[in-house]
């Protein structure tokens, strides 16, 4: 298994995909105040033991990168990618065209 590269946490999407996380019922209402708490204050607010709760939370909520280009799927891809099998929008449409032929 991948685990995902905190350094993408800088990315500019990544906030709106926290915030779509908590609000998709996806995690434990210890993870969501977690995150709430890393949203408003940043992830260097956060305890060490809060940051592995998060990062965990983090980690068995994305996928490192797309199952058939093995691209970085983007923060705002991310949920989608999880319920497609691992997909970014891109493969997904792709194979979804080649299926109706």
Same mark, same amino acid.
């Not at 350094?7 to 019922?25: H, M, P, W």
């Not at 792709?94 to 032929?101: A, H, N």
């Given at each position: 298994m991948?685990?995902?590269k905190k350094? /993408? *946490?800088?990315?500019?999407?990544f906030a709106g995909f926290v915030q779509d996380l908590i609000q998709s019922g996806?995690?434990?209402s210890k993870e969501a105040g977690i995150a709430k708490q890393m949203m408003?204050?940043?992830?260097g607010s956060?305890?060490?033991?809060? /940051? *592995?709760?998060?990062?965990?939370?983090?980690?068995?909520?994305?996928?490192?990168?797309?199952?058939?280009?093995a691209c970085d799927i983007p923060w705002c891809e991310m949920l989608e990618a999880l319920d497609n099998g691992g997909y970014c929008n891109y493969c997904q449409?792709?194979?979804?065209?080649?299926?109706?032929e």
């Amino acid at each position: 298994m991948i685990i995902m590269k905190k350094e /993408r *946490y800088n990315e500019e999407d990544f906030a709106g995909f926290v915030q779509d996380l908590i609000q998709s019922g996806r995690i434990e209402s210890k993870e969501a105040g977690i995150a709430k708490q890393m949203m408003d204050k940043g992830y260097g607010s956060l305890t060490d033991k809060q /940051r *592995y709760v998060f990062d965990k939370m983090i980690e068995n909520n994305s996928v490192d990168e797309c199952k058939l280009c093995a691209c970085d799927i983007p923060w705002c891809e991310m949920l989608e990618a999880l319920d497609n099998g691992g997909y970014c929008n891109y493969c997904q449409h792709m194979m979804e065209k080649i299926e109706k032929e």
